[in-house]
């Protein structure tokens, strides 16, 4: 079927025929366009609907976001942050020691492992909100404690979730490795370790927002340094926007800590997803 | 091949004789209660030999101090602050929650809109908002439930996003050619299918509500079990700081035990497929 065009104009390519950059490029487009219209949306909203604000406790979005970048810019915050996120750095790594080395020694034998879930799960419940005071209480304000709470709220998300991702490791391979005689460190490396780390990663993320509410927590009850002893501070000195902009960063950061990880865990779960596994 | 066969009084003889060689495994909880005596058996030691800070509490006074909170009434007082402020707020969370979460799943451009604002509110501590909530609202329990509000909503929705987003569109074309009202549509097609992943976000939501709960207690000092776990820290009374603790778990872990439970019952249909 022949087209009709104006006479003399070279004929429009349909757009699955253009060039794949300019194509690509539209597609990004409509993909910012969608995910992102409603944020901005959002934060204009709250910019216009403050800006006029009477009430002290409630300030204007542009005066946050001022005295942010100010505390932000003379290295007040950064000091905050860097104690923070050290704090949350070293108190995951010990839970992810202990929790991938627990779960890896209570899965692999089912009797272990049925005797200690009832009492894993009943500490697990323990609100971990509830373990600041104590640890604080008895061990004092400094960095050991807080990483101490953190640890001992994160490990078991990925104790958990590593005897699940043991336990389901395929039986066939388990006894393929016995036949073969794999020796045991190769055996739980690349055997039960690379078969679990899905479930485990699972575990680290949900960890992950735990370690942050936990090192939050933790830093308002009782701390000298830190992203929250910034926010109770300003609160308490009644610098208002400063408190609501330290507690806007604490958000972004945890944001952006579950973006980091969604990111490497697409990487190094690469295998996984491609095997269309869910 | 040769066939072997046994007449069946051969055959019984066997198994029974292959039963009776298998080393016997004690019950479970049997085992489970041996773990905890010994765990506790452990702790007690280590305090004996002052390898703990000397102010841990030994298990038989953490045990005389759990009695002395079941028959004070004012520990079952804070208890109910505690709790009501958490289930208040969770069922709140839940409503909410689910009808924002089935009118956004149902929609391909509101699901993409609103993913974004659903991350950052699902990664956000809530509990950083606590000095901020308290120059607002003060320390009391409304402000305990609208926090728990805040934690509560973001799983619920999130998993509800998830599961009307997984419905068949075999089964929407279905009830559309039947020209099923849009009332029954919803409420016999869509939230069943949404079920299970609600039922999920919701389990984990009851986690957060006690948690977050408990959370604001300690920080604001507003009444309830955190508040007692603060004071008798202060008051360096930690055989009742522990008693308490337990208790705090204790509630916790029934909670999330029903809720299993619950959901087993009630969506048991939806497993019925997968045997």
Known sequence: MTSQTTAGAPPRKPAATRPGNSRQITKFIRWAFTHFWLVIVAFAAWWFLSAGSTNIFVPPLSRILEVLWRDLMNGVILGHIGYTLTNLALGLSIALIVGILGGILIGERAVVRE???PIIHFIRSIPQAALVPLVIGAFGIGMGPKVMTIALACV??????????VRAVDATARSMSRVYRIPKTLYFRRVVLSSALPQILAGVRVSLAIGVTVMVVAELFGADRGLGYYILNSSATFKIAESWGGALLVGLIGYLLNLAFLAFE???????FASGSK | ???TMQSTPELREQISQRKKAAPRRLPVPALVIAVILLMLLGWQTLVWLHLLPTMTPGVLEVFSAIIALVVSPAFWMSLWQSVSAAFTGWIIACVLAIVVGMLVGSNSFARQSTSVLLDFGRSFPTLALIPVVILLLGTSQQMKIIMVVLACFWPVVIQTVQGSKRIDPLVIDVARTYR???S???FRVRLPSALPFIATGVRISAAMAILVAVGVEVLSQAPGLGRQITLAQQG????????????AG????AVTLLLAKAERRLLRWNRLGDE
Not at chain 2, 236 to 247: R, S, V, Y
Not at chain 2, 250 to 253: A, I, R, S, T
């Open chain 1, 115 to 117: 005797t200690s879930e």
């Open chain 1, 156 to 165: 078991w998300p990925i104790l958990l979730n590593t005897i699940d991702g």
């Open chain 1, 266 to 272: 697409s990487v190094t779960l690469r295998w996984y």
């Open chain 2, 236 to 247: 360096q009374n930690w055989d009742i700081a522990f008693a308490n603790l337990f208790f």
């Open chain 2, 1 to 3: 091949m040769s066939a």
């Open chain 2, 184 to 186: 029954l549509m919803f």
């Open chain 2, 250 to 253: 204790l509630f916790g872990w």
């Open chain 2, 180 to 182: 099923t009202p849009p």
